[in-house]
């Protein structure tokens, strides 16, 4: 466990400093979105873990949200390596 997702970077501040993004794949309406992570790391600070059980506590498909839809467990979050 753990090996996709090295330590330095298994915290908002951390995938911040390490310039990689994150973007959510939502499994129920199949809408990925790009995380800000400045954003979220300013609201839940920058301990805040962000692997993908601990980030779908927190945030919510706006789509199926919006939809009625259970929206607890439809992301998928997945490291997004920055593009050139
Ligand atoms: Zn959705």
Redesign the pocket.
């Known amino acids: 466990m753990g090996k996709e997702y090295p330590f330095s970077e298994g915290t908002l501040g951390g995938k911040l400093a390490a310039g990689t993004g994150l973007s959510v794949y939502?499994l129920?309406?199949r809408?990925r979105a790009v995380l800000d992570l400045a954003a979220l790391a300013k609201r839940f600070g920058p301990d805040q873990p962000c692997l993908h059980w601990d980030l779908s506590k927190i945030i919510y498909?706006s789509?199926?949200r919006s939809a009625g839809?259970d929206?607890d467990r439809?992301h998928a979050v997945t490291p997004d390596k920055r593009r050139r």
């Open positions: 939502c129920t309406c809408r498909c789509e199926c839809r929206d439809n």
